[in-house]
């Protein structure tokens, strides 16, 4: 298991900008895929984004593709979603999860650590 802790959120302007990070504890931070994933008030948590161990290749849901970037710096052990153009259907929880996998899934369910949350409030 390894700890996570979000960090970022806040209230963002509809076409303005946020930068989350996350934080993790343990010394097998380099090994594992991280993902963002986020939750609205009603809905289920729904994947954002994932970058693979290395940092070279990352994966994002159609909703976010081309605003969202997300990043890791695996010396800092800590991942990044800068978060770009945003739209007030970006508000909800952002959660951070950890998988220990050569595989990545989109299903939350399939990811074993979860960070506390980070809530991001866009405005129109």
């Known amino acids: 298991q390894v700890q996570l802790v979000e960090s970022g959120g806040g209230l963002a302007q509809s076409g303005g900008s946020l930068r989350l990070s996350c934080a993790a504890s343990g010394r097998t931070f380099s090994s594992l895929i991280m993902a963002w994933f986020r939750q609205s008030p009603g809905k289920e948590r729904e994947f954002v984004s994932a970058v693979m161990w290395h940092g070279r290749t990352t994966y994002y849901a159609d909703s976010v593709k081309g605003r969202f970037t997300c990043s890791r710096d695996n010396t800092k052990n800590t991942v990044y979603l800068q978060m770009n153009s945003l739209k007030p259907e970006d508000t909800a929880v952002y959660y951070c999860?950890?998988?220990?996998?050569?595989?990545?899934?989109?299903?939350?369910?399939?990811?074993?650590?979860w960070g506390q949350g980070t809530q991001v409030t866009v405005s129109s």
């Open positions: 999860a950890a998988r220990s996998s050569d595989l990545w899934r989109i299903n939350p369910h399939e990811y074993g650590s």
